[in-house]
């Protein structure tokens, strides 16, 4: 395949993944972007592992809830790969071949259909991550969020150690990820990679951490709480709609080298469009 066609056929791939968002998702399109791999992952939610279908592309990660197979997909999610980093973990419980992917704002677990599956999805973010900062003019993120300890993995409050009812509800906090009642978590904090300006929900023992710090370095101790208003757009991160559960897939990748796509896992990286031949 001449590169004309790839290029041709590649804008055309690109456009069907932005297509497939609807007017709510983002523009994908942009010079020198390729798609390099698609396929389904299973993502830890708050309440439930929940299928999701990723698209990766040589410069950012982009996620969403599944629709409809293949034509209709929601909630779009771009990660910039230069803010990802990844974490290999041991087969759970529920999810097996699993890893983390941490990013400033938000940081989860996924699982692949397969050991082989999930080693390339790791090998090829990995590679594009490199290539991408080798490039120059990026450096790559410093900050994680932690991931959520999911609701079920708790019962009771892990400040207060009081159990979880209908009325002394989980929340999480933003910085630990631990499971707390309301009353270990009425403090509100400033995270600057999550968000740089809205005081968000932390519990009471990274609240006492942050006051010891300040303490240390102003040498008395304030006593004073954060804000109370309620962390909104934090929070909705919490409420995840019920998904419309699909069969595996196995994941599609680029065959640079033929400029081919298909179901294998070779994998090499091309060559960025300015010094191609």
């Known amino acids: 395949m001449d590169i004309l066609t790839f290029d041709k056929e590649n804008c055309e791939r690109i456009q069907a993944v932005e297509n497939s968002f609807g007017p709510s998702g983002s523009p994908l399109s942009k010079p020198g972007r390729i798609l390099m791999g698609e396929g389904h992952l299973i993502k830890q939610g708050r309440r439930k592992p929940e299928p999701k279908v990723f698209f990766l592309f040589n410069d950012v990660l982009v996620y969403g809830s599944i629709i409809l197979n293949g034509r209709w997909y929601k909630k779009q999610k ?70 959520w300890i999911p ?42 990679h999550i968000h740089p300006t809205k005081k968000l929900r932390i519990c009471n023992l990274c609240h006492k951490d942050k006051e010891d710090d300040t303490s240390r370095l102003r040498g008395d101790s304030t006593g004073k709480t954060s804000s109370e208003e309620e962390d909104v757009a934090a929070s909705s991160d919490e409420e995840e709609e019920e998904e419309v559960i699909q069969s595996h897939t196995q994941s599609s990748w680029l065959d640079s080298r033929l400029r081919t796509w298909g179901n294998t896992s070779i994998y090499v990286y091309p060559k960025p469009m300015h010094l191609r031949p």
């Open 78 to 147: 771009i990660i910039p790969l230069e803010d990802i980093k990844l974490e290999d973990m041991e087969d759970g419980v529920k999810l097996k071949n699993q890893w983390l992917i941490r990013t400033p704002r938000k940081s989860f677990f996924v699982s692949a259909a397969s050991y082989e599956e999930k080693q390339a999805w790791i090998e090829h973010i990995e590679e594009c991550r490199t290539s991408l900062l080798q490039g120059g003019g990026l450096q790559p993120g410093s900050n994680f969020a932690n991931s």
């Open 151 to 192: 609701d079920q993995a708790a019962y009771k409050c892990m400040c207060c150690f009081k159990k979880f009812t209908a009325t002394n509800r989980r929340h999480h906090c933003r910085k630990c990820g631990f499971l707390v009642c309301n009353k270990c978590s009425r403090h509100r904090a400033l995270i600057d």
